[in-house]
């Protein structure tokens, strides 16, 4: 149980493009849904906190009006990177958790190229 | 503001042999500790969850223990198998608020040679 699927994998575009992530909690309902990001040789660091029904909360230093999240179920929240530039390549990843007494349930991650 | 830090940054050692994973946080005020996996390019895989009110977990191989008021824990691994190989986590949720997310250290990258 505890599944969380991250959707794409892995996805190189053009600088300028804008891009969405998918973060779905498969067999649970989650109230509140974590995105991080890794550069390499770097440790996750949290970018914002995901809430069912009202808006993101961002860790200091992330611009909200670039990494836009959407969190309209309590199965599906999405990450877009607005027009994204080579220094937002990285590993983004996901994680869902069904009420603030459950760990967090991690995505596979989805790793961005931007040319 | 919470930090975590593990050492070692990198550990290589021969098939069968216990080992020591290190993990310490600045804030002893945390909600509980979690030790992950991460092979390359992968998600993370839970490994154990000690609580505040927790000293250790066990699973399997694996023992975690936490002391919370000196900010360390440790990641016990016995007999270890070249699956064992991959990058292991340590992460701490500081409790309250609405952004409780996990602070996370670099991890140490685990290489258990056949």
């Known amino acids: 149980g505890a599944v969380v699927s991250q959707h794409p994998s892995w996805v190189i575009c053009k600088s300028g493009t804008s891009v969405k992530i998918e973060c779905r909690s498969l067999d649970f309902q989650a109230t509140t849904m974590f995105w991080y990001r890794q550069f390499p040789k770097q440790s996750l660091m949290l970018m914002a906190t995901s809430n069912e029904g009202s808006k993101a909360t961002y860790e200091q230093g992330v611009e909200k009006d670039k990494f836009l999240i959407n969190h309209a179920s309590l199965t599906l929240s999405t990450l877009t990177v607005t027009s994204a530039h080579p220094e937002d390549s990285s590993f983004y990843i996901c994680s869902a958790r069904p009420d603030s007494n459950q760990p967090q349930h991690f995505g596979d991650g989805t790793r961005l190229s931007i040319l | 503001k919470q930090e975590v830090t593990q050492i070692p940054a990198a550990l290589s050692v021969p098939e069968g042999e216990n080992l020591v994973l290190n993990c310490s946080f600045t804030d002893s005020a945390i909600y509980n500790l979690q030790w992950f996996r991460q092979d390359p390019g992968k ?63 670099k991890g140490t990258h685990l290489i258990i040679q056949p």
């Open chain 2, 43 to 105: 998600g993370l895989t839970s490994l154990l969850l000690i609580q505040s009110s927790q000293r250790e977990q066990t699973s399997g191989r694996l023992n975690a223990s936490l002391d919370k008021s000196s900010g360390r824990s440790t990641l016990y691994i016995a007999a270890s198998q070249p699956g064992d190989s991959a990058t292991y986590l340590c992460a701490v949720r500081v409790p309250g608020g609405g952004a409780d997310g996990l602070t996370f250290g």
